[in-house]
């Protein structure tokens, strides 16, 4: 069964930086292109950033290009999200996500910027 876990997630001050971890499991995750979503409360899950199988690829939403780094090390089936210049639009849920012909979803990890 494919388990997704997300970690790290925190308060932080504006400007400020968090670095999210999604481990793997059940899931040879260097098969497939991995992701990160953010749902904040009332607005629609949003696409924040991805990353291809082997990790040269990446695309991100303008509103974090420069300010987010999407990572994996597939030898520990982990996909990483650096979040720096953390701002308002930022607080959220973050969920890692991969589309194996079945889509799943980790519980998300939440992270709030204090004002």
């Known amino acids: 069964q494919v388990q997704l876990v997300e970690s790290g997630g925190g308060l932080v001050q504006p400007g400020g930086s968090l670095r999210l971890s999604c481990a793997a499991s059940?899931?040879?995750?260097?098969?497939?292109?991995m992701r990160w979503y953010r749902q904040a409360p009332g607005k629609e899950r949003e696409l924040v950033a991805a990353?291809?199988?082997?990790?040269?690829?990446?695309n991100y939403a303008d509103s974090v290009k420069g300010r987010f780094t999407i990572s994996r090390d597939n030898a520990k089936n982990t996909v990483y999200l650096q979040m720096n210049s953390l701002n308002p639009a930022d607080p959220a849920v973050y969920y890692c996500?991969?589309?194996?012909?079945?889509?799943?979803w980790g519980q998300g990890t939440q992270v709030p910027v204090s004002s």
């Open positions: 059940g899931v040879t995750m260097r098969t497939y292109a």
């Open positions: 996500n991969v589309n194996t012909g079945l889509v799943y």
């Open positions: 990353i291809s199988s082997g990790g040269r690829g990446t």
